[in-house]
């Protein structure tokens, strides 16, 4: 079936630095989404990529969608204390049919930051 | 946050018990799913359904079955619980389906003795 990596596991920052987690897919997807868990709570959603090579930017977050649309990236600018959590992405294969189907989960980076 | 709840927030059960987790929610979407989440594993699928008494597997769904007999209420139920299902356990739901947004619900601390 469909599996979908994420890297690194963990990532310890010093606040200032920059940080980036990276997804990649077994299968081609037709969307990918990123969530964001904070610890002790539950998965928000941040963002969807729908277009192949697609970039968008939320303030200091910047998500990459790749050509092939088999990977995908987060990048955090400066982080701060208030980034810290779990990163998720989130793929949905692109083998046709209905989208009610599964959403597969990356096993998500978390974030530490030192002030 | 969207209107999900989800009972019990902890439990604990013996081994062999069985146990019915409930997520209820208020914003009327088809789409409602059980995840669990583990150290090392992220989010896995357990069972997801979409539309009152349509349901389909999940890829952790041994050990599991569910039910939805209102649009706001999916009930996952551990048969026979076994110590390998200590997780903690995550309603989500969404308007359109997995190609779109999932709200998720607070979770549930299930741990299995």
């Known amino acids: 079936g469909q599996q979908v990596m994420q890297i690194p596991q963990y990532q310890h920052v010093q606040e200032g630095e920059d940080f980036t987690t990276y997804c990649n897919s077994s299968?081609?997807?037709?969307?990918i989404q990123w969530y964001k868990q904070r610890p002790g709570g539950h998965p928000v959603f941040l963002i969807q990529l729908v277009k192949s090579g697609e970039v968008k930017k939320q303030k200091r977050l910047t998500f990459q969608f790749g050509e092939a649309k088999k990977n995908s990236s987060l990048h955090i600018t400066a982080t701060q204390t208030t980034d810290v959590g779990t990163y998720f992405c989130?793929?949905?294969?692109?083998?046709?049919?209905?989208?009610?189907?599964?959403?597969?989960f990356g096993q998500g980076t978390i974030l530490t930051v030192h002030p | 946050d969207a209107g999900i709840t989800q009972s019990p927030r902890h439990k604990v059960t013996e081994t062999g018990t069985p146990v019915t987790l409930r997520c209820h929610q208020t914003e009327n979407h088809r789409y409602m799913y059980w995840y669990r989440q583990d150290p090392g594993h992220g989010l896995r699928l357990i069972h997801y359904?979409?539309?009152?008494?349509?349901?389909d597997k999940g890829e952790v769904s041994d050990g599991y079955s569910v039910s939805r007999s209102k649009t706001e209420d999916f009930l996952l139920t551990l048969e026979s619980a076994t110590s390998s299902q200590t997780s903690v356990y995550f309603c989500?739901?969404?308007?359109?389906?997995?190609?779109?947004?999932?709200?998720f619900g607070p979770g549930t601390r299930l741990t299995v003795t």
């Open positions: 989130a793929g949905v294969p692109n083998a046709g049919g209905t989208s009610y189907g599964k959403l597969t």
């Open positions: 299968t081609t997807l037709s969307n």
């Open positions: 359904s979409y539309g009152v008494k349509d349901t």
């Open positions: 989500a739901i969404s308007e359109k389906g997995a190609g779109y947004e999932q709200y």
